[in-house]
């Protein structure tokens, strides 16, 4: 089964901080994905990689960063958190379209 | 662009009622997948069912079944002689093929949050 495991279920930092998220997976996907998660708003992409070192943007990529140093993991950062970047992040990856799996999730909490 | 449309944001029905959760899609390619994700109060994504753009057959899964309708650009989920257990928050996404194969991530509708009272 493919397992996509992410550091921390749950998260609180303060304003200012820098915030890691991290994003592990088995199954030697070549395609990774962070995702938030808001009320009301479903989910919403925020970057993705499709190989080592190589990053796209997504639909929400202010206020964050992304690293892929090794193919099994793939980094959100946020460079300086903000109360509004306070939402569930959510990490999934892929061998191809379609074949998307998620790990469970990080609640992440700006103070 | 691609877009997915639920336009139900909650759902309240008695238990054992039969409930249909409605998802409208937008996508310009000819090749895209179509999901159903169910996300419990504890948070994790449930992934439900795939389908590609080339298979219009409906799908059966015991009490869950899904009606795919290209020509209204629909992907509608059925749940049967609903259970309390089946409250949760549904999610439609769609994912479409690159040039390459490749991925690009999901685009969800906003969810649709069931509530199945006893």
């Known amino acids: 089964d493919v397992k996509v495991t992410q550091s921390s279920r749950y998260l609180v930092k303060r304003t200012g901080e820098k915030v890691f998220l991290e994003c592990v997976q088995d199954m030697d996907h070549e395609n990774m994905f962070w995702y938030r998660q808001d009320p009301g708003l479903g989910l919403r992409l925020i970057y993705f990689?499709?190989?080592?070192?190589?990053?796209e943007k997504g639909d929400i990529p202010e206020g964050y960063s992304v690293s892929r140093e090794k193919k099994e993991r793939f980094s959100l950062i946020l460079e300086s958190a903000s109360t509004n970047q306070t939402s569930m992040y959510l990490c999934?990856?892929?061998?191809?379209?379609?074949?998307?799996?998620f790990g469970p999730g990080t609640r992440l909490t700006v103070l | 662009a691609q877009k997915v449309t639920q336009a139900q944001t909650e759902i309240s029905v008695v238990e054992k009622e039969d409930v249909t959760l409605d998802c409208v899609y937008e996508t310009r390619d000819t090749t895209y997948y179509l999901f159903w994700y169910k996300q419990p109060p504890s948070g994790e994504l449930v992934f439900l069912i795939r389908r590609n753009s080339f298979d219009e057959q409906n799908e059966i899964s015991g009490r869950y079944s899904w009606n795919f309708q290209k020509s209204t650009s629909s992907f509608n989920f059925t749940i049967t002689a609903s259970q309390v257990v089946d409250s949760a928050v549904y999610f439609c996404?769609?994912?479409?093929?690159?040039?390459?194969?490749?991925?690009?991530?999901?685009?969800f509708g906003k969810g649709t949050h069931l509530i199945i009272q006893p």
């Open positions: 990689s499709y190989d080592v070192k190589m990053k």
């Open positions: 999934a990856s892929s061998l191809w379209a379609g074949d998307e799996f």
């Open positions: 996404a769609l994912s479409e093929r690159t040039s390459g194969g490749g991925a690009d991530g999901l685009t």
